[in-house]
């Protein structure tokens, strides 16, 4: 097995750290958005109605994202550009939001924050597979979700002391200040370090040569694998937003406790098993990783209608963190696998979150129709459906895509380990 810190020339190991900077504190700056958002615009006396546009004009944006800014990362030489200008927007957004919170500019704001969904996510796996290559990815995917997840735990703690302290405007202030560190960590990431080729799953060719956008319509495995991932987030998409009404509709003793920790506890198990998965990944084979993380949320749905007790529910979040580990590292790694060779990787991140971002926006209405008709328990069981369904055609048509290991010294370009006095040649680099 590569080792991640050694996958690229031994003096790029400052940019991987710096990646893991960057990893934390874009996490911790997202995090005040999400719920924040609407609690904020509540707090200023905003109507459910403008509130609902609002955030569901800025959830089609972020759709729109995907793909767009796939396509925007396989053509663009300088990842590290792409990262700040998104880094930007957020911070744009939040001082928008906090300063000037009057419909116009609030719905400006939130669509710039929501189409940086379309390329901060996927430029983070871009950059991290122009730095280590094909054979250091699950590594290093493992790595970026930890660090992530911290930043994430670290976040909702502190915009929690935030909000309770100060006032939920400065949430937002606090998210546009967390982006000058994280400028200051994408300063270290080195432009030589990124293979511009190895960017985007064409790793040996400079200009890269990319596959028509048509054909990955009859790449199988990438369709199925978007297909699971829509029918996974239907399911999992809605499954704490609809637990959180019935704590709140039960009157539920301590339930805005229960339910910081039922978001906390599943980014704490993420930062611990992230890595794991990763060296797993690289062992094992992606199948045996992908049916263990669909498999979790069908017996989380199961658990959530069979009790309402909130130590079993803490507990059954557990199981949330397992899916959030696993494909955490796996979805990237996955359609890396899956794309290799054909420069459009990115592209196919940016359909690919565009199905599993549809999958979500559908899940809050068809469970929240379900529960409204016939109850809790019935809600819950269509979602522990639907996650079958998913598990299911996992199993039956997703392949292994894990590559073959390579025969006696015959390594792909990417994967040879560099000596320590060797120059990368710089016509590759971005």
């Not at 939130?110 to 990815?137: D, E, K």
């Not at 999992?236 to 019935?246: R, Y």
């Not at 039922?262 to 199948?287: C, E, N």
Request: proline share 6%; hydrophobic share 50%.
């Amino acid at each position: 097995m590569v080792n991640v810190m050694h996958a690229t020339h031994p003096s790029a190991e400052t940019s991987l750290r710096g990646l893991d900077a960057v990893n934390l504190l874009l996490a911790a700056a997202l995090a005040g958005f999400g719920p924040y958002v609407a609690v904020f615009l509540a707090d200023q006396n905003w109507t459910r109605q403008d509130i609902g546009f609002a955030l569901t004009a800025a959830g089609f944006a972020g759709l729109l994202g995907q793909p767009l800014g796939g396509e925007l990362l396989d053509v663009v030489r300088s990842k590290r550009l792409v990262i700040a200008i998104g880094a930007a927007m957020v911070a744009a957004a939040a001082l928008i939001i906090a300063l000037w919170p009057d419909f116009p500019m609030v719905l400006t704001a939130l669509l710039l924050q929501s189409l940086t969904g379309g390329f901060l996510g996927l430029g983070i796996a871009a950059i991290s597979l122009g730095l280590v290559g094909h054979s250091g990815l699950a590594e290093r995917l493992g790595r970026n979700q930890r660090f992530a997840a911290a930043g994430g735990v670290l976040a909702a703690a502190l915009m929690g002391l935030v909000g309770e302290f100060l006032s939920y405007r400065a949430i937002f202030l606090t998210s546009a200040v967390l982006i000058l560190p994280l400028l200051f960590a994408l300063g270290w990431i080195q432009p030589s370090h990124i293979h511009y080729g190895r960017a985007c799953g064409a790793p040996d060719q400079h200009p890269p040569t990319r596959i028509p956008r048509r054909s990955l319509w009859r790449n199988r495995a990438l369709l199925t694998f978007a297909a699971c991932l829509f029918l996974f987030q239907v399911a999992n998409a809605s499954m704490l937003l609809l637990l959180g009404e019935e704590l709140v509709y039960e009157k539920k003793a301590y339930s805005p406790l229960v339910i910081s920790v039922l978001i906390i506890t599943p980014q704490i198990i993420v930062a611990l098993m992230a890595p794991s998965a990763g060296r797993r990944a690289q062992t094992w084979g992606r199948r045996p990783l992908l049916l263990l993380g669909f498999a979790a949320l069908p017996i989380r749905a199961l658990l959530f209608a069979a009790t309402t007790d909130q130590g079993i529910l803490v507990a059954g979040q557990l199981l949330d963190g397992v899916s959030g580990a696993v494909l955490g590292v796996l979805t990237a790694l996955v359609i890396a696998d899956v794309t290799r060779s054909s420069g459009r990787f990115n592209l196919a991140q940016g359909l690919v979150g565009l199905a599993s971002g549809i999958g979500a926006a559908l899940s809050t209405t068809f469970s929240g129709v379900i529960a409204g008709e016939f109850g809790r328990t019935a809600g819950f069981l269509s979602i522990a459906g639907e996650a079958s369904a998913a598990l299911l055609l996992l199993w039956l048509l997703m392949p292994e895509t894990h590559p073959s290991p390579p025969k006696d010294n015959r390594l792909p370009r990417e994967e040879r380990v560099k000596p320590q006095n060797t120059p990368t040649p710089q016509r590759y680099m971005t």
